[in-house]
């Protein structure tokens, strides 16, 4: 069993940064890929991978949209990972999620443990 915590939401305006920060419980966290994933408040909306990363930082993965602008990294000695975004856009306004399996994927079913989320949002 893996408990994420999900931190470093907030409010911020079009073009600033927020780093996001996941904690997790276990001391096996290195064992774990993380996933990054993203959910928009409209109605039909399901999660949207953002990134994702292997469990050593070795290989990370982004959605087309977040592509130079967001960068995923891991502190295993920590049992962290963390997801820096620049220049953020009205449009990443989203609740977002960690979650951990044992490889990283972009799809949100592959992952088995997941946080309670944190509010991102980006004014105009």
């Known amino acids: 069993q893996v408990q994420l915590v999900e931190s470093g939401g907030g409010l911020v305006q079009a073009g600033g940064s927020l780093r996001l920060s996941c904690a997790a419980s276990r001391h096996t966290f290195t064992n774990y890929a993380v996933g990054w994933f993203r959910q928009r408040q409209a109605p039909g909306k399901e999660r949207e991978f953002v990134a994702a990363i292997n469990w050593n930082g070795a290989n990370t993965y982004y959605a087309d949209s977040v592509k130079g602008r967001f960068t995923i990294s891991r502190d295993n000695a920590k049992n962290m990972v963390f997801l820096q975004m620049n220049r953020l856009k009205p449009e990443d306004t989203a609740v977002y999620y960690c979650?951990?399996?044992?490889?990283?994927?972009?799809?949100?079913?592959?992952?088995?443990?997941w946080g309670q989320g944190t509010q991102v949002t980006v004014s105009s």
């Open positions: 979650a951990a399996d044992s490889i990283p994927t972009m799809t949100s079913t592959t992952y088995e443990y």
